[in-house]
């Protein structure tokens, strides 16, 4: 049984907007003391996309600096990452990691016109 799982992908035209959805199960992850949001894209390596800390520090990298924001709420069990300003390379396979060790299965995100 999956830790993480992760929703909230599909098809958007670019310019568009999507929200990401990573939710603990409530054992392993009862709160999300860290998390970072990976994408990999077809014959890439996986990237990191933006991370928060325990303390709430977030970090983004420079490619969706400003378009992407990562929002936790802990008594949900759930991290979002809400992408605005949606480009044709930020498509790919967004995966959530919780509490450097749990993996979720992942959601495409595809933005094409």
């Known amino acids: 049984q999956a830790q993480v799982v992760e929703s909230g992908g599909g098809l958007v035209q670019p310019g568009g907007s999507l929200r990401l959805s990573c939710a603990g199960d409530?054992?392993?992850?009862?709160?999300?003391?860290?998390v970072v949001w990976y994408r990999q894209a077809p014959g890439n390596q996986r990237d990191l996309v933006a991370s928060m800390t325990y303390d709430g520090t977030t970090y983004y990298a420079d490619s969706v600096k400003g378009r992407f924001t990562i929002s936790r709420d802990n008594a949900k069990k759930t991290v979002w990452l809400q992408m605005d300003n949606l480009k044709p390379e930020d498509t790919a396979v967004y995966y959530c990691q919780a509490n450097s060790q749990y993996w979720g299965q992942g959601t495409q995100v595809t933005v094409s016109s």
């Open positions: 409530g054992k392993a992850v009862s709160r999300f003391l860290s």
